[in-house]
Every structure is written in C-alpha cells, then in structure tokens.
C-alpha cells in the first residue's frame, strides 16, 4: 500500500477552526497517512490584531507552532484539507494566497488527481476553486464538530490511497495513469 501524504490548511482568530483541522489531522494519521498541519497568517495590522485580546493571544501563539503552506507542501501532499472559518471567502486576503499558489500549481498539471476537501462555515465556496485546479472533490462530511472533522481527515486520506491506486482514475488498482 502506498504512503499516503495529507496536508491540513487553516485559518483561524480565536483557535476554533484550529481544533477542528487538528480533529482533522488526527483522521487522517487514523488512515494511515502522514501530515503536515499549516495555518494561513494573519493579514490585519498588528494594531487591529492587539486591540482584541484573545486573537492576539491566539496570533501569537499559532506564529510560533505553524507555518504557512509552501509550494512543497501541496507537490508532497496526496490529499489537501481546508479548514475554513465562517465569513473567510476563498477570495479574502487571508486564503488568496493559498488559492493563487494552487492555481499556479494546477497549471503547471501539478495537483491532477490530487484530493481536494474543504470543510467548516462557508467551506462550499471553496469547491469551484478546487475543482478549477484539477483536483478531485471529496464531500464534506456532517456539521462542525471534532468528530466530523476527524471523518472529514479520515475521508480525504482514504480517497487519495484510493487515487494513488488508481481507483478514483478509472484505472486497475496498482496500475497509475
């Protein structure tokens, strides 16, 4: 069985969608895969970002344990996860970037067959993005909660074994396009 590679992408103020793409980090460790967990940064000023406590307690601390995604992330990954808040478009200058870099990725025809999953408020805008770079859409499973989310990890994990085998192409198991 091929190692399947899982990156989980997040953005979050306050740590609530955090926990859920952790939630949907460990489903995906559940199926075997491995993970990289990355946040999208912040784009308010600093200023905007103090004069509320808790995010810049939360700013603070998800600056020191994440990254941000990188081109490499998305070349070693089988499957990505989107972890969306409520009122975070793809189109807002938090995810802008991270769906640029998979439009540039798409057209060099690096992201085919890849498992895209966005979950969470507003998680379905993000699907004509998704598809448009050339990857395969995994449905979103139930409401935000941990243990959906965990499903949600679960799933993106098993349908990119099942694309490495060439089960979501069309194709008999084991033999790749």
């Not at 700013?59 to 409520?86: C, G, N, Q, S």
């Not at 992201?111 to 050339?134: C, D, Q, R, T």
Request: with cysteine; aromatic share 6%; glycine share 10%.
């Amino acid at each position: 069985m091929p190692q399947t590679n899982v990156v989980v992408v997040f953005y979050s103020r306050t740590g609530a969608t955090e926990k859920l793409a952790a939630a949907a980090a460990v489903g995906a460790v559940n199926e075997r895969a491995l993970i990289r967990l990355r946040r999208m940064p912040d784009s308010a000023p600093e200023d905007v970002i103090a004069a509320n406590p808790e995010w810049q307690k939360n700013h603070d601390r998800m600056k020191r344990e994440y990254i941000a995604p990188r081109e490499i992330d998305f070349e070693w990954a089988d499957a990505i996860v989107l972890a969306t808040p409520e009122s975070f478009p793809p189109d807002c200058a938090e995810w802008q970037p991270c769906m640029d870099l998979l439009h540039r990725l798409a057209a060099g025809g690096k992201l085919a067959y890849k498992v895209a999953l966005a979950f969470g408020k507003g998680s379905e805008a993000f699907a004509p993005g998704l598809i448009g770079a050339g990857m395969i859409a995994a449905p979103a499973i139930g409401s935000l909660d941990a243990e959906n989310a965990r499903q949600n990890g679960r799933l993106a994990a098993r349908m990119a074994r099942l694309s490495k085998e060439g089960g979501l192409r069309g194709e008999p198991e084991g033999q790749p396009g």
